[in-house]
Nanobody, 114 residues
């Protein structure tokens, strides 16, 4: 079992930045593909970014060039640096760990005001 706890969400003005963290416990995440997803009100959960065990990354087109995903295996932690935030980035952001099974955090709210 992997437990995931997100933090770092909050209220920010458009154009601002936030850095999300996801602390994992229960198992080391070195070999897991780790990702961020988000869900806006009334919408389905959508993929944001992922990073695999070899540090290869993948981003949704909507965040490419603005968001950066990273991981610190020594700290068992995943990050998402979000720059140039837009109101449409407003959502609950969820951390995901995947290696066969899927594990999810409880989410952290990000609100971007115009």
């Amino acid at each position: 079992q992997v437990q995931l706890v997100e933090s770092g969400g909050g209220l920010v003005q458009a154009g601002g930045s936030l850095k999300l963290s996801c602390a994992a416990s229960g198992r080391t995440i070195n070999t897991y593909t780790m990702g961020w997803f988000r869900q806006a009100p009334g919408k389905e959960r959508e993929f944001v970014a992922e990073i695999n065990w070899s540090y290869s990354t993948l981003y949704a087109d909507s965040v490419k060039g603005r968001f950066t995903i990273s991981r610190d295996n020594a700290k068992n932690t995943l990050y998402l640096q979000m720059n140039s935030l837009k109101p449409e980035d407003t959502a609950v952001y969820y951390c995901n760990a995947r290696m066969g099974q899927n594990y999810w955090g409880q989410g952290t709210q990000v609100t971007v005001s115009s």
